[in-house]
């Protein structure tokens, strides 16, 4: 597995695991899941360039 994805991978799973354990309402997911997007978005792009 490519070291840039693996490091996508781990990323994600980290941001995951504290939106889930930060986020006491709905609308505390819905940002935690915006701002888990918004992080993967940047690494993909800063992995193509």
């Known amino acids: 597995m490519d070291s840039k994805l693996r490091n996508i ?9 504290l939106a ?7 609308q505390g997911v819905g940002e935690d899941v915006e701002s ?9 792009q800063e992995a193509k360039d």
């Open 36 to 44: 888990v997007g918004e992080e993967t978005q940047e690494i993909a």
């Open 9 to 17: 991978f781990a990323v994600l799973i980290t941001s995951t695991a």
């Open 20 to 26: 889930v354990a930060g986020c006491n309402t709905v």
